[in-house]
């Protein structure tokens, strides 16, 4: 029986394949996300092996040499890797990429040797594995350490250094936090929500302790402590120590995080 003549097969394929590599690769997936497709791919797998007849057909040394390639070419960039500049940040680079990469050239020449199909198949899911690991090894810091979340990520975490366990409030007496005119900083917040379960409130007065949040142009001589200047806005946190914002002085200093003083 052929695949295109069990309907039940080609359905299991279309799912799995339409599925399982947008959950498997995407940056941030979860391993429990994919649980749900493994006695999709066994069928599948079983279906094949159990009822192909020519072990010699082409289809089979296709499959298999898909396999391998994988295998060779998880062993050659695993080897290159400690010598490219741009994963210099990746912790334990050189010693993950020579392990991975002699590990997959090794299964690389074990596929090339064996002649048993299921061997073959063995060595072949094992260089698939090998692969994904080296993605969540190398793929995932460098998205943390250099994609345009890590900015707003640094700012939530040194504001809840400040901060600590102290109310946030989002000040303006000018409406500059509307969904509009406030634009990324809903980024930053959202990670002060998900590292230190603060919510910052916005607010039109100084009437709470705290710490305030607020645009440079509607500082009145307070003391700076932290700027996220982001070359279209410049923000500043404060604090309020009493309930009333006249009690404030002004301390000229620099910010604790950077060297410029904000524009």
């Known amino acids: 029986m052929k695949v295109k003549e069990n309907p ?7 799912i799995f394949f339409s599925n399982f590599i947008i959950y498997w690769l995407s940056p941030g997936a979860k391993a429990r996300y994919t649980y749900m497709f493994y006695p999709m791919l066994i069928s599948i797998l079983t279906f094949a092996f159990l009822i192909e007849k020519n072990k010699e057909g082409w289809k089979t040394k296709l499959f298999f040499g898909v396999l391998s390639a994988i295998s060779l070419l998880l062993g050659i960039s695993c080897l290159i890797l400690p010598f490219i500049d741009y994963f210099d940040t990746v912790k334990g680079v050189t010693f993950f990429g020579i392990l991975f990469g002699l590990s997959g050239l090794t299964l690389f020449l074990l596929q090339l040797k064996t002649y048993n199909i299921w061997n073959k198949l063995v060595f072949g899911l094992m260089g698939i594995v090998m692969f994904k ?67 910052p409130k916005k607010t039109s007065s100084y009437k709470e302790k705290g710490y305030y949040i607020l645009h440079k142009e509607e500082l009145k001589g307070q003391k ?23 009690t404030w002085s002004h301390i000229p200093e620099l910010p604790p995080y950077q060297n410029e003083v904000p524009r």
Do not use: M, W
């Open 133 to 199: 690991l080296v993605f969540s090894l190398t793929v995932y810091p460098l998205k943390q350490q250099k994609s345009s979340s890590s900015t707003f990520k640094k700012h939530a975490k040194n504001i809840l250094e400040i901060t600590k366990n102290s109310p946030i409030y989002l000040f303006s007496e000018l409406d500059f936090f509307g969904h509009h005119e406030i634009g990324k900083f809903y980024t930053t917040g959202a990670y002060l929500e998900l590292l230190g379960n603060q919510i």
């Open 224 to 246: 700076v402590l932290y700027t996220i200047d982001n070359r279209t806005s410049c923000l500043v946190l404060i604090k309020n120590e009493e309930e009333h914002a006249e």
């Open 8 to 14: 039940y097969i080609i359905f299991l394929i279309s």
